[in-house]
């Protein structure tokens, strides 16, 4: 096929106008290109900067800080100086011995009244003594046992006083000590008298003295081997004492 002047030159019209269409493409694309790379360049350069840069370290103002031990100065420390011990005093442990009559515990210390006056329930002499807690043998019951009181000598049907103002709280009969008669004196102070005859007997809640008659000598089965006497107690505040101590008739010096 023979091409022509005319032809050649509509080919060359055409072909020029497809070039322009050819580098305006390629022109776009390389414009597409170089933002592509600058871009990424830019995003690559932030990742870098983000994961090399040193982290900042935070303090919060409520977090202890504790200082150097180096630089901290030692408490002073005080000296105590201990007490002196003293010696705890000797306790002596009374007998435990059972007796049959121990009613009340026994008075732990002397006890002496000066503002109560007292005298004797009999003018007569003492036939046995306050044992102090130890135990005694008893004629009429074979065996020992503690005197808790003063025995007196006397003869049946002889009057028998209070020892002190007082009231009267208590009138028993007992199979073994016979009538008993208890009399508040204050303080703490109770007088028992025992061995009474059932006649004439105070009665119980009257008002007595010192020179009060409250019965008459009977009988005291559980001493009656040792004749005819009267028994004769003191407690203070319910404790056994010794009735010569509490109404004064014993000096320090005994």
């Known amino acids: ?6 032809n050649r030159e509509e080919l060359k019209k055409m072909l020029r106008g497809r070039a322009l269409y050819i580098a305006l493409g390629v022109c776009v694309l390389a414009a597409g290109i170089i ?3 600058s871009v990424s360049s830019n995003f690559k350069k932030q990742v870098s900067i983000s ?9 919060n103002i409520n977090d202890r800080v504790l200082p150097d031990e180096t630089t901290l100065d030692p408490e002073p420390v005080e ?11 000797s306790v002596t442990e009374p007998s435990s011995q059972a007796v049959f009559d121990n009613f009340a515990d026994p008075l732990e210390s002397e006890t002496k009244t000066e503002e109560i006056s007292f005298s004797l329930p009999l003018s007569t002499s003492m036939s046995k003594d306050y044992s102090m807690g130890i ?3 008893s004629e009429t019951m074979k065996d020992y046992r503690t005197h808790n009181g003063i025995d007196f000598v006397a003869e049946k049907g002889m009057g028998v006083k209070s020892i002190a103002e007082g009231k009267v709280i208590e009138v028993s009969a007992d199979p073994l000590w016979g009538n008993s008669v208890y009399i508040d004196h204050g303080q703490g102070i109770v007088s028992k008298i025992s061995g009474l005859a059932d006649e004439g007997i105070i009665a119980n809640g009257a008002e007595v ?10 009988e005291i089965p559980v ?11 003191i407690r203070v505040d319910n404790k056994i004492a010794d009735p010569m101590e509490v109404m004064g008739f014993v000096s320090d010096e005994d």
Do not use: K, L
């Open 1 to 6: 096929m023979m091409i022509n002047d005319q």
């Open 35 to 37: 933002s592509y790379t």
């Open 51 to 59: 994961t090399t840069e040193p982290i900042s370290t935070h303090i």
């Open 79 to 89: 000296e105590t100086t201990e007490a002196p011990q003293s010696e705890a005093p």
């Open 135 to 137: 135990p005694v043998f």
């Open 209 to 218: 003295y010192s020179d009060t008659v409250i019965g008459v000598v009977g």
């Open 223 to 233: 001493e009656n081997a040792d004749g005819s006497h009267i028994h004769f107690e």
